[in-house]
């Protein structure tokens, strides 16, 4: 996913809404969320600060934040003895295992 934007909402004399902003956080997941704030940032950012589609773009952007730096975690979590994935742990990587 690239951050090229659709050309109709680039065009000046569009307006921007609030569906504009649902399109761009519909597929939100933790590989592109940071490529999609961009996108919502870039999209939102002529609008007054009352805008509903402004105020729904940063929730989305802060929602995205989030997802993109901490992941996510589906069904029940982590059992027990399990380690997270690197990309999700803030601690220093573990040791790899010894090689037999």
Do not use: C, W, Y
């Not at 956080?25 to 999209?43: C, D, E, V, W, Y």
Request: aromatic share 2%; hydrophobic share 40%.
């Amino acid at each position: 996913m690239s951050q090229a934007e659709d050309p109709r909402r680039l065009d000046a004399d569009n307006e921007v809404t609030l569906e504009d902003v649902r399109q761009l956080m519909g597929a939100s997941t933790p590989h592109f969320a940071l490529q999609l704030r961009n996108r919502i940032a870039k999209l939102i950012a002529p609008l007054v600060a009352d805008h509903p589609a402004r105020a729904e773009g940063e929730r989305e952007i802060a929602r995205l934040e989030a997802l993109g730096f901490s992941g996510e975690t589906r069904g029940e979590g982590a059992a027990e003895g399990e380690r997270p994935l690197p990309s999700l742990s803030l601690a220093a990587p573990a040791s790899p295992p010894d090689a037999a």
